[in-house]
Every structure is written in C-alpha cells, then in structure tokens.
C-alpha cells in the first residue's frame, strides 16, 4: 500500500512538472492555455510588495515639443557604470493612470524593477511616461470583427524623445524593450508599429492590437498575455493578431483560461517578464 503510495505521489509530480514547463512557454508560435489556481497568499503578498515600493529613484521629466507635451519617470540602473550600456525598458500604463501628476502611472511593470533581485541581475534604465489623454484609441475592424488601436501624437512625441534619450545615456540601441497593459498593452502594439526599428521586444498584456503594419514586424519578438474572461479588452483582438502571425512572425502567446482584466497580473508573470526580455537582442 506504501509503494503505491508513493509511485502515485510520484507520477503526480511528474504530471505536476509537465504542467508547469508547459505554462512557461515561450516558443514562437505557441498558444499556451493556463489554466491558473487561485493566487495563493505568497503570490498576492508580492504583488503588493511591489505595489508598495518607493519610487523616488524614479527621477521626474517631461517631454515637450512646443505642441504637445508628456510627464514621465526615468529609472537609471544601480551602480550605472559609465563604460557601459544597459537596456531601456519602456512601460506603459493602463487608461486609470491618465493625467499629469507624474505618479499615478507608477503601477507593478514600473515598480517591479524596484525589487534588489532586478536591480542586480536585471539593471537597465525603465522609461514610465504618463499620458494627459488616451494613449491609444480603438475602432472595430470590420473585416475582422475585431477592435483594433491606434495612437496619437502623445506616443509620437515619446518615441521621439527615446532618439535623443539614447544619446544622452548610456543606452544600449539593440535592447530597448517595450510592455504595457490594458491601454498600455495597445500603446505597445502602436509603439512597434509605429518604430520597429526602434525595439528588441514587446509585451502586450491584456492590451488591444494594431493590425495594418503586421509585415513589418515578422521578426519582432513579441510575447501576448490575456485573460479568457477579460471584459474591459476583450481578448479576440490579441487572439486575432497571434493567429495570424503565428506561423509567419516570432510572436507567442499566454493564455490565462480563468483569469479576468485586473488580476492578469501574478508574481509568476512578475518573475518571467525579466528573463524573457533580457534574452532579446536586435540584430
């Protein structure tokens, strides 16, 4: 009765392993379905860990052309050595941070990168603009049946800007990265759009996807997070963009089977974003 015990404990864990390389994919192509548990007390106390972090190392700027202009934050790494150069990371924020205070875009993608562990092996300038408008509007794409996003001048002035940021920092052109959520996800797919020159990455979580310059990015690596039950962005826009780039562009997609718009964001996705991204080089 013990063996058996214990060969099931055994198989269960093997089982259990599977699962989990499994809801780490990261292959191009891939649509991995995550069928998530609830966050456990561990996960939620990180995330408010993160939520709650000071920011004062995140200096304050604007960018101002004369006609429009954007607020932002700008994170330099730790012990910067001027020999060197780091990567960019640019973050977007969701459509509840619109406005000017300069704060209130500081959400988890920005402060995450506040924690000692990133701050040591994950060094890299982080880029928090906060936008007076809508970063990103959408419109039903007729033909797909599908909404899509597209931007406006605001983002305009903030790819701009990054042009000049990275001669004047000690910033590594070939990894500069971009992520956002929900508005902010959308506002990434605009950015690669607009500039895949520009970037060596993209994440678009729980955002909406631009469509109308999809060959121009087949190289770009871009990871995909939504949520099935998301109601705020429905989830077919994204679903729509991976499927037709899966088997032509380097684009891969999570799948969060029972998670909704406002918790899509766990210490699991938390940990994986900055191995991810880090491995992306532009050639």
Not at 233 to 241: D, E, G, H, I, R
């Amino acid at each position: 009765m013990i063996q058996k015990s214990v060969k099931f404990f055994s198989f269960l864990i093997l089982i259990l392993s599977i699962v989990s390389c499994v809801c780490h994919q990261t292959k191009s192509g891939t649509r991995t379905e995550i069928f998530d548990k609830k966050d456990s007390l561990k996960s939620l106390a990180r995330i408010k860990e993160i939520k709650n972090l000071d920011y004062s190392d995140f200096k304050a700027g604007k960018f101002d052309d004369g006609k429009v202009a954007v607020n932002y934050r700008l994170l330099k790494p730790k012990n910067l050595n001027q020999t060197k150069k780091y990567p960019l990371i640019l973050v977007f924020h969701g459509s509840g941070a619109i406005g000017t205070n300069n704060t209130s875009q500081m959400g988890v993608l920005s402060k995450m990168w506040l924690l000692p562990k990133n701050r040591e092996k994950f060094q890299a300038y982080v880029l928090s603009p906060q936008f007076p408008i809508r970063s990103s509007n959408y419109h039903l794409d007729e033909s797909r049946n599908v909404k899509v996003s597209q931007s406006n001048e605001y983002l305009d002035l903030v790819l701009k800007s990054i042009d000049s940021l990275i001669t004047k920092e000690n910033i590594d052109p070939s990894r500069i990265y971009v992520m956002g959520f929900s508005m902010g996800g959308a506002t990434t797919s605009n950015a690669i759009s607009k500039r895949p020159d520009l970037f060596a990455g993209a994440i678009n979580i729980s955002g909406i996807s631009q469509f109308d310059k999809m060959d121009e990015l087949l190289k770009m690596p871009i990871w995909i997070v939504h949520g099935s039950l998301d109601t705020d962005n429905f989830p077919q826009s994204n679903f729509k963009f991976f499927e037709e780039m899966k088997t032509k562009g380097n684009v891969f997609l999570w799948e969060y089977k029972d998670r909704y718009h406002n918790n899509i964001l766990s210490a699991e996705l938390v940990d994986e974003i900055p191995k991810w991204l880090f491995k992306q080089t532009k050639n």
